[in-house]
């Protein structure tokens, strides 16, 4: 193989996704509806790509927060003794699968995200002229 063929082996996987910036669609949704408008295009989809972040933001919260409070447990077992430790124990484990339950939500929430994101068109700036297909 030579070395033009093997950098187009290596260049060839290489796919460049460019993303909407979601906090400006949050800030500027009516813009990117019009944006849609134009293009002929559903502007349900600006709505998904916001519920789409919410989901995501609150699925991150909820991980975090589940994180810390099983890292604040594992302090006070080191700490209990007998009884009580036993109980701590078992309160941590059932932590243990809320926690990885949430972070397989919040990884599931960000996918979406990330898939909506890559498929939603540039924003069409006014004053372009649109592309005539045909």
Do not use: W
């Not at 559903?42 to 909820?62: F, K, M």
């Amino acid at each position: 193989m030579t070395t033009l063929s093997l950098l187009r082996c290596r260049t060839a996987s290489i796919r460049l996704v460019f993303v909407i910036d979601i906090k400006d669609l949050i800030e500027n949704p009516d813009q990117y509806k019009a944006s849609q408008r134009a293009r002929g295009a559903s502007e349900a989809v600006v709505d998904q790509l916001i519920a789409a972040h919410e989901t995501r933001s609150a699925a991150i919260t909820r991980f975090e927060s589940l994180r810390a409070e099983q890292k604040a447990n594992g302090k006070k077992v080191a700490q209990a003794q007998g009884e009580e430790k036993q109980q701590l124990l078992q309160a941590v484990k059932q932590l243990s699968q809320d926690v990885k339950a949430a972070e397989a939500e919040s990884a599931h929430a960000q996918d979406e995200l990330r898939s909506l994101q890559a498929s939603f068109p540039n924003l069409i700036h006014e004053g372009v002229p649109m592309r005539r297909r045909g």
